[in-house]
């Protein structure tokens, strides 16, 4: 009973939007364009959640008229910390910086019932490379601009580098069909430093 009132406590949290996100000035940062501005500012930036509200989301989740199944997560180191800070141009006086520098699906077309990745990069720096960094993925799925589901949530820890977060998604049967967009939010954080970045991507369900 208790197991069951926690998984339905979880749910209720996840469902709660708050808005609000400090974000750098840097070129790197990119914000959302569209009709999907306001509602995903405030679906992917401001929710806060732990690894039990997480566990709560394996499963059918079911916004609107669309639900989707949420699968697997498994990650990739692909680039070192030396590589990384190059490519960034990164100083140690920068602090702590993430920068989005991929987000990718694959394949881009499926149809309901059909499983799609969602391919995340982060390029990661910071002023000491073997620290550990806590790294929070928020994930909101649009459709004719009205978000499908919840807040997908996870928080991974990094060493400095370039990684991918690899997501697997199912959409149900009842899936309408047409262009869908994934909104991805990234916030990196290494004692009282944070950063952020956000980016989105389109797919089409058939």
């Known amino acids: 009973m208790r197991n069951q009132y926690n998984i339905i406590s979880s749910l209720l949290i996840v ?19 569209g009709t999907i501005l306001g509602a ?7 929710h806060q959640s732990d690894d039990t509200t997480e566990g709560a989301l394996i499963g ?10 949420i699968g697997g997560v498994e990650t990739k180191t692909v680039k070192d910390a030396e590589n990384t800070e190059k490519i960034m141009d990164y100083s140690k006086a920068d602090g ?18 059909e499983e799609t990745d969602l ?16 790294v929070k993925q928020r994930i909101a799925i649009f459709h004719n601009g009205e978000q499908v589901g919840n807040t997908i949530e996870k928080t991974f820890t990094f060493k400095a580098g370039t990684h991918q977060i690899i997501r697997s998604i199912t959409f149900q049967d009842e899936a309408d069909s047409g262009e869908y967009t994934f909104v991805t939010h ?15 991507t389109n797919f089409e369900v058939l």
């Open 186 to 200: 990234i916030s990196a954080q290494l004692g009282s430093e944070k950063d952020v970045d956000y980016l989105e």
């Open 60 to 69: 059918a989740v079911v916004g609107g008229t669309v639900g989707y199944i």
């Open 15 to 33: 469902s709660l939007i708050l808005t609000g996100c400090t974000s750098s000035s840097t070129q790197q940062k990119r914000t959302v364009q």
């Open 40 to 46: 995903a500012l405030g679906a992917v930036i401001g």
């Open 96 to 113: 702590i910086k993430v920068n989005i520098s991929s987000i990718s699906v694959e394949p881009t077309k499926v149809k309901p019932g």
């Open 119 to 134: 391919i995340t990069q982060i390029s990661l720096a910071a002023p000491e490379q073997n620290k550990d960094i806590k």
